[in-house]
């Protein structure tokens, strides 16, 4: 069973435009929702994080939307640029349940922003 | 080393064999995970230790998969008798954050094992 489910599974934008992915999560039990990011041969690496305790959380070009009743969260990017080409993974985590003390990941978004 | 370091990056074994993947956390890092990560999907969970123990190894897929990290620093990944369905890059992780404390995660840049 997929823990948190993410879309689009690929997005072209063209640069200066805003890149919006979604992921959305079942299990309330959750209470940390990191983004990350991932270049080719790389691992991937944190880019930006939210608690449910707030709707929204901004940190430069990108930001989180969450939305507690729907089970949905979302990552923007606005002003996208090239080097934002990389494929980007939203996750899931819970800090007070054993069995849920790991990060699920979505199935990822492959993003290229074209010059 | 200032980051998250696995060895080997590319490893190439024939069907049935043993394999071996190293993982080198942050230092002083007390949890670490593992993940393995398909082309085009996300990373799955394996294991995830505190300390020198196993929390969770709910992700193993069978017992041709293990993992130890005997001094609670370097992990070791072991598959059995491996299969064409192994391949896949595994991916370590460590984070200071400890059992029930959410925190960063910070990945290796994997090791890519390919079975032929």
């Known amino acids: 069973q997929q823990q948190v489910k993410q879309s689009p599974q690929s997005l072209i934008v063209q640069k200066g435009g805003i890149s919006i992915i979604n992921c959305a999560y079942e299990n309330t039990a959750f209470d940390y929702f990191p983004w990350y990011q991932q270049f080719p041969g790389k691992g991937p690496a944190l880019l930006i994080a939210i608690r449910p305790d707030v709707s929204e959380k901004k940190e430069g070009r990108f930001t989180i939307s969450f939305n507690k009743s729907a089970k949905q969260f979302s990552l923007h990017i606005m002003d996208s640029q090239p080097g934002d080409s990389a494929t980007y993974f939203c996750?899931?985590?819970?800090?007070?349940?054993?069995?849920?003390?790991?990060?699920?990941f979505g199935s990822g978004t492959k993003l290229n922003v074209k010059p | 080393g200032a980051g998250v370091s696995q060895t080997p990056s590319n490893k190439v074994t024939e069907k049935g064999k043993y394999v071996e993947l190293r993982c080198d956390p942050i230092?002083?890092?007390?949890?670490l995970y593992w993940y393995r990560q398909s082309l085009g999907q996300g990373p799955e969970f394996l294991i995830y230790f505190q300390g020198t123990g196993a929390a969770d190894d709910s992700g193993l897929p069978n017992d041709r998969f293990f993992a130890v990290r005997p001094e609670g620093s370097v992990s070791t990944l072991k598959i059995q008798r491996t299969e064409r369905g192994d391949s896949a890059v595994y991916l370590c992780?460590?984070?200071?954050?400890?059992?029930?404390?959410?925190?960063?995660?910070?990945f290796g840049e994997g090791s890519r094992l390919t079975v032929l």
């Open positions: 992780a460590s984070s200071l954050a400890g059992t029930g404390v959410g925190g960063e995660l910070f």
């Open positions: 996750a899931a985590y819970s800090r007070g349940v054993y069995n849920f003390n790991k990060f699920y």
């Open positions: 230092s002083g890092h007390t949890a």
